[in-house]
Nanobody, 112 residues
Framework: QVHLVESGGGLVQSGGSLRLSCAAA????????IAWYRQAPGKQREFVAL???????MYADSVKGRFTISRDNAMNTVYLQMNSLKPEDTAVYYC??????WGQGTQVTVSS
């Protein structure tokens, strides 16, 4: 399986924003869904958000109202706009679909 490539992470202060990108080597049209997950140090990987091929979205309760997932089929890319970031959002963020294997992730660090 080919993996997706995550980017856009960084260091931001509490209350700040970041936009993560998840790029596929080929088309994402027809991919049932693409999801974002995150893993904080010492914790299990957890679901953050997903977008289906019909652009239906789902979010974890912890990020509802702050994060927005979207997809650009022409760019073969899925985005995660993260606003009002909190220190507890600090984690490595990964994107995944049923057709792709896990990538390297992108580090997000939110300072208080």
């Amino acid at each position: 399986q080919v993996h997706l490539v995550e980017s856009g992470g960084g260091l931001v202060q509490s209350g700040g924003s970041l936009r993560l990108s998840c790029a596929a080597a080929g088309t994402i049209v027809g991919t049932a869904y693409i999801a974002w997950y995150r893993q904080a140090p010492g914790k299990q990987r957890e679901f953050v958000a997903l977008v289906t091929d019909e652009s239906t979205t789902m979010y974890a309760d912890s990020v509802k109202g702050r994060f927005t997932i979207s997809r650009d089929n022409a760019m073969n890319t899925v985005y995660l706009q993260m606003n009002s970031l909190k220190p507890e959002d600090t984690a490595v963020y990964y994107c995944k679909s049923p057709s792709h294997s896990w990538g390297q992730g992108t580090q997000v660090t939110v300072s208080s």
